[in-house]
């Protein structure tokens, strides 16, 4: 027969009373026992947090809220600027979708966000995380918010042995289960911050945790080995070549804009070639040259892990004049200066310096296109 899971008493109290006193102060955060943070600044750090880290996050969040102090702000801001404020945070169809939510917000309902659940679900980009954290967060709604961090203290209080991600479902009823009426947004925060600073991935600090006398997986030495996660599939490899085309004058880089679908889309890139699952010869990889020129196959390589795979990248040096570069589509900018996602700063630290004889380089790309 199989053992029946025991379900320790709520653990919400204990929660609740530990994030009065350790809660992390976070620039959208309001303290507890304040009123609740704004929903433009509760959504905005919400989405920005999804897939990346608080310290990353911070720089942006507050660049957003300086460019773009309310939601109606945010949806009059050009598409283009939004995307370029949003460089080197990731995953870029955020960013697209953050700027059709706030549209939405604006146009749609007066600049104010929906103040429940469902309603925030029917926004764009808005998925069941996010519209929880928001109506809990900012509206004090107790719905059942399930994060990483939250996921992970859930398995392990409640010895949930089940793999992921088919162990969602039931840590979503022991969200639901757990979440207090009174101080849910508290309480989900609170749950965030255990994750991120007691009940961590690796070597929990379980006698510093409120919850270490109800947790199931301390109690059996599991905990460490909790959530358990499917192993994983080796990630593909696929390889490319960027053309760094400097202006000769003042070593301006060629970039051009992304289309608007797909990876990355919309951002501003480095032309390169097609990336594939295997190497590219030089010779080849001309074919794919933003135009004719001498092109230097450059001695070092850099590599870019996106979620579903690694990019290694080899890069070529050309140089044109100010009257060629005029001829050329795409836009014309400093390295340091271009807003850029990190993979196209990686291709652009391939560069060598404007001084660093051509000689340096391993070997000469062929002119190959007229
Ligand atoms: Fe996590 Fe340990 Fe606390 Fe259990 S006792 S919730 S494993 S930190």
Redesign the pocket.
């Known amino acids: 027969m199989p053992k029946a899971r025991v379900h320790p008493p709520h653990i919400a109290a204990l929660v609740l009373d530990w994030y009065d006193r350790h809660h992390r102060s976070l620039p959208w955060r309001s303290p507890p026992g304040t009123p609740p943070p704004e929903p433009y600044r509760v959504w905005l750090s919400e989405v920005m947090l999804q897939q990346t880290t608080v310290p990353a996050v911070k720089p942006y969040f507050e660049k957003f809220l300086n460019l773009w102090p309310s939601v109606r702000d945010l949806a009059n801001a050009p598409v283009d600027q939004v995307m370029e404020a949003w460089a080197g945070l990731g995953y870029y169809a955020r960013a697209r979708n953050l700027h059709k939510c706030a549209k939405a917000v604006s146009e749609q309902h007066g600049g104010v966000f929906p103040n429940n659940e469902a309603g925030l679900l029917e926004l764009p980009g808005i998925g069941p995380y996010t519209a929880a954290a928001i109506a809990a967060i900012a509206f004090d709604e107790p719905a059942a918010v399930l994060d990483g961090n939250i996921e992970r203290?859930l398995a392990?209080?409640f010895a949930v042995e089940t793999t992921l991600p088919q162990a969602r479902p039931e840590l979503r009823k022991l969200a639901a289960q757990e979440t207090p009426q009174k101080r849910p947004g508290d309480f989900a925060q609170g749950m965030m911050d255990?994750g991120a600073t007691?009940?961590t991935p690796k070597s929990?600090?379980?006698l510093l945790?409120p919850?270490?006398a109800r947790?199931e997986?301390?109690k059996r030495s599991i905990?460490e080995t909790l959530p358990r996660k499917a192993a994983k599939a080796a990630r593909p490899v696929r390889h490319t070549i960027a053309f760094l085309l400097q202006r000769a004058e003042d070593g301006a880089v060629l970039l051009r804009r992304r289309p608007p679908k797909g990876l990355l889309g919309g951002m501003l890139e480095v032309p390169s070639a097609p990336w594939r699952d295997t190497p590219w010869a030089s010779g080849a990889a001309l074919e794919h040259a933003p135009t004719e020129t001498d092109w230097l196959m450059l001695n070092g390589d850099a590599v870019h892990v996106f979620t579903h795979f690694e990019l290694r990248i080899g890069a070529m040096l050309g140089r044109v004049t100010a009257r060629e570069a005029a001829k050329l589509d795409g836009q014309w900018q400093q390295p340091q200066e271009a807003a850029l996602p990190t993979v196209m700063k990686k291709m652009l630290g391939l560069l060598p310096s404007m001084d660093e004889p051509k000689s340096t380089k391993s070997r000469r790309g062929g002119r190959v296109r007229s």
């Open positions: 203290v392990r209080v255990l007691v009940c929990p600090d379980c945790c919850l270490q947790c997986g301390f905990a």
